[in-house]
């Protein structure tokens, strides 16, 4: 693919005025951010990374540039382009008319506050043409809550990554009820051409689906261990060891269907015992207290709650996740 011919992709990471994470503390074109932009050139397209501070794209180009040529040693770099070819893709921008001008699509990645969001996309609202998307990596802002009200809402949708986005295919693309059913399909046709996985929602939700399933889990998990069932520690490898074994090729549906004679084989057999144990569910912890103690100690006696032990847990983690996507690539192809 000619990087060309592809068209341009625009990554927002912080609008003008908004000042509230330090430097220091936050990198503001951060690891969605610059996962996107990743992903992006390794599908061929031109993008342009936008920040208010140039001192933030040049880390950011940095840091990307050095994730690519690793990337590319080891073998798991995406795309057809070699990593210099795609570092040539990228660049930066401080001007956020200049950022989206030829852009056919942009990926807004600014911190998890709606007033910010709304504000950028009200910026955007102003000075798009008719033809681009405008799309949020938000993880918990409902579309009517970001979009209501823009002359350009039929182009605007949600688009919502897991971190880490590079490593993680899964995107949940959730529309407001006036998006355009195109602009759907335009997003849609978009992420698998990058080679990501992106899910349709028919209507918006609290928390959409993959969270919503995420907090359920998470939910118990803590029930579980604050109620003396089962250690922190005991509780992550049922996970790890168990459910996330099955589920990292098929998901708790199908599993149903392929753990008896098919779906209505299943719920015939367990339908009662899966009611009966569901109702002795307790209500939504409070994530605080005396449990979260309990569960912050075992965790940090694992892995330290500092910089250093974090990230090297975090690396160790990518490192675990890009086996596993080699493995599902090779499963695919065979």
Not at 34 to 45: K, L, N, T, Y
Not at 149 to 167: D, E, S, T, W
Not at 325 to 334: G, I, T, V
Request: with cysteine; aromatic share 6%.
């Amino acid at each position: 693919m000619e990087p060309t011919q592809a068209g341009q992709v625009v990554v927002i990471g912080r609008e003008r005025g908004e000042n509230s994470f330090a430097p220091a503390q936050q990198h503001l074109i951060g690891l969605i951010g610059r996962s996107w932009a990743m992903v992006f050139a390794g599908g061929g397209f031109r993008v342009k990374l936008y920040d208010v501070v140039q001192q933030q794209i040049t880390t950011a180009l940095e840091y990307i540039s050095k994730e690519m040529k690793e990337l590319e040693k080891s073998g798991m770099l995406k795309g057809t382009l070699s990593a210099e070819k795609q570092l040539s893709l990228i660049s930066g921008c401080t001007d956020l008319k200049t950022a989206v001008e030829g852009a056919m699509f942009i990926q807004e990645c600014t911190p998890e506050k709606l007033e910010l969001k709304k504000k950028i996309f009200g910026q955007l609202d102003l000075i798009v043409n008719n033809d681009v998307i405008l799309s949020s990596s938000t993880s918990t802002l409902l579309p009517t809550k970001l979009f209501t009200g823009l002359k350009h809402v039929k182009q605007c949708i949600v688009a919502h990554p897991v971190n880490p986005p590079y490593y993680v295919p899964l995107v949940e693309l959730v529309p407001h009820p006036e998006t355009e059913p195109s602009t759907v399909d335009k997003t849609h046709a978009l992420m698998k051409k990058i080679g990501q996985s992106p899910v349709r929602l028919i209507k918006e939700i609290d928390g959409f689906v993959l969270n919503r399933l995420q907090y359920a889990v998470i939910s118990e998990a803590w029930r579980l261990v604050g109620e003396g069932v089962v250690s922190p520690a005991d509780l992550d490898l049922v996970m790890s060891d168990g459910l996330g074994m099955r589920y990292a090729f098929i998901g708790p549906l199908e599993t149903m269907h392929l753990n008896a004679e098919g779906m209505t084989n299943y719920c015939e057999r367990y339908r009662e015992g899966m009611i009966h144990v569901l109702n002795t569910f307790g209500p939504v912890p409070d994530f605080s207290g005396e449990i979260e103690q309990q569960i912050s100690q075992a965790m940090s006696e694992k892995t330290p709650a500092d910089p250093e032990h974090l990230n090297a847990r975090r690396a160790g983690r990518d490192e675990c996740l890009m086996g596993l996507a080699k493995l599902k690539e090779q499963m695919k192809s065979n």
